[in-house]
């Protein structure tokens, strides 16, 4: 039942792979890159698309056309799993790492996202509620 742990990310099924989200949310933050570091930092600021308490997309089956700015992971070729948080299944998998303890997938649990303190469900805010995305940095507590 661990495909996870026997599969590459694109040897996945669609179901295998969708499983893989937690639901936290985190990649749905907004995103400032420094440009002659190259070092991506969050914000607080939230996707207007996502549902702020089940970190869930309102409109995932159509999220690229609704937000031409999502990032498909699926796409061909795509590489910039660095763009991703470093508590994210896809990142840890493709680095070759393995999901933590509170992973649903291993917890068998899907509120063991929430009781770690991983979703953003209790900080985040929503883009268009914010002027400037640097005032809303946040270094993560990995």
Same mark, same amino acid.
């Given at each position: 039942? %661990?495909?996870?742990? $026997?599969?590459?990310?694109?040897?996945?099924?669609?179901?295998?792979?969708? +499983? =893989?989200?937690? &639901?936290?949310?985190?990649?749905?933050? &907004?995103?400032?890159?420094?440009?002659?570091?190259?070092? /991506?930092?969050?914000?607080?600021?939230?996707?207007? @698309?996502?549902?702020?308490?089940?970190?869930?997309?309102?409109?995932?089956?159509?999220?690229?056309?609704?937000?031409?700015?999502? /990032? !498909? =992971?699926? @796409?061909?070729?795509?590489?910039?799993? &660095?763009? =991703?948080?470093? $508590?994210?299944?896809?990142?840890?998998?493709?680095?070759?790492?393995?999901?933590?303890?509170?992973?649903?997938?291993? +917890?068998? &649990?899907?509120? %063991?996202? @929430?009781?770690?303190?991983? #979703? /953003? #469900? %209790?900080?985040?805010?929503?883009? %268009?509620?914010?002027?400037?995305?640097? !005032?809303? /940095?946040?270094?993560? =507590? !990995?």
């Amino acid at each position: 039942m %661990s495909f996870w742990k $026997t599969k590459k990310l694109i040897e996945m099924t669609t179901e295998e792979w969708e +499983s =893989l989200c937690d &639901n936290c949310g985190r990649c749905c933050l &907004n995103k400032l890159e420094d440009e002659d570091t190259g070092d /991506i930092y969050f914000t607080s600021a939230a996707c207007d @698309q996502i549902d702020l308490e089940t970190c869930r997309c309102t409109h995932y089956a159509d999220r690229f056309t609704v937000v031409p700015e999502c /990032i !498909d =992971l699926r @796409q061909p070729g795509f590489t910039a799993y &660095n763009w =991703l948080p470093s $508590t994210c299944a896809y990142r840890l998998l493709n680095d070759g790492g393995e999901l933590p303890d509170w992973h649903p997938l291993v +917890s068998g &649990n899907a509120e %063991s996202v @929430q009781e770690a303190g991983i #979703s /953003i #469900s %209790s900080y985040a805010i929503r883009e %268009s509620e914010v002027d400037d995305l640097e !005032d809303h /940095i946040i270094e993560w =507590l !990995d």
